[in-house]
């Protein structure tokens, strides 16, 4: 048993943190960074799923504006996650963290298929689960396929990984006025249309199952740590808290 807040959590990483300063696909020393943050947890014995996004390789959205068909694009984008997943899985074996790809979509020679049982069954021996090509259906994306799987692998917490420190009021890249929430309830995740963090079909599902989100940035150092420890970085969203700026 671990002491730290979260004892099994959801880690959503989108396909954007494996670029590194490259405007398209895989920097192998950005997987290296984020397996350091998912191995300083996972020392900590915090079982860890994770779902890995697709936007630095494909998006079903942007394929289908350029003429392709909006589900084939979509099936694409599901292909790129596996490779994101196993990208990632590298570069966990390399800091010597053990783990498992599933993939939504079947491809037994790279990946097992998602299963919910030995999903947790890995998780319990210690070993993070790395989830790809979402939910294996379109017209999602992969934060659907996120929340969808944190509750039924009965995770503590979604923690949604991304580049920027949490919930802002307004873009903060485009308002340099822009406030972080400390804290926010699901009703103004979902009602706010400043509010741009994650599909609203995962925030319902999260909100009506009372699973909280944690929204933080991946690429400071310990963060992952700080996050599954309880520290107030980032946005943390509930049923539970009030909307509440950071200081
Ligand atoms: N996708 C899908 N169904 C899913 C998950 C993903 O069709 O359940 C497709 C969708 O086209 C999406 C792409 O895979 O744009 C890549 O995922 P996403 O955009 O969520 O990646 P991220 O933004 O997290 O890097």
Do not use: W
């Not at 696909?25 to 020392?43: C, N, R, S, T």
């Not at 298929?113 to 994306?141: D, Q």
């Not at 009703?187 to 995962?202: G, L, R, S, W």
């Amino acid at each position: 048993m671990s002491a730290t807040r979260f004892q099994r959590i959801m880690l959503k990483v989108g396909g954007e943190s494996l670029m590194g300063d490259r405007e398209y696909g895989i920097d192998p020393q950005a997987a290296a960074m984020v397996a350091e943050q998912i191995k300083q947890v996972y020392i900590k014995h915090v079982q860890v799923a994770l779902v890995m996004g697709g936007g630095n390789i494909f998006r079903g959205v942007a394929g289908s504006k350029n003429g392709i068909e909006r589900a084939t694009a979509d099936y694409m984008g599901m292909l790129a996650t596996v490779m994101n997943a196993l990208a990632l899985q590298d570069a966990l074996e390399k800091a010597g963290v053990p783990s498992r790809v599933q993939s939504a979509l079947q491809m037994p020679a790279v990946a097992e298929s998602f299963i919910r049982r030995k999903a947790i069954r890995h998780m319990e021996k210690g070993r993070v689960i790395l989830l790809a090509a979402g939910t294996g259906v379109p017209y999602v994306t992969t934060d659907t396929g996120a929340s969808l799987h944190a509750l039924e692998l009965k995770c503590d917490v979604l923690m949604k990984a991304t580049k920027v420190d949490g919930i802002y009021d307004q873009d903060p890249q485009k308002f340099p006025n822009a406030r972080r929430y400390k804290t926010l309830t699901f009703n103004d995740a979902i009602q706010n249309k400043d509010i741009d963090v994650m599909d609203t079909a995962a925030l319902a599902m999260a909100k009506e199952n009372n699973m909280p989100v944690m929204v933080f940035e991946l690429f400071k150092e310990n963060n992952l740590q700080k996050a599954v420890d309880g520290e107030n970085i980032g946005t943390y969203v509930s049923n539970d808290v009030e909307t509440v700026f950071a200081e």
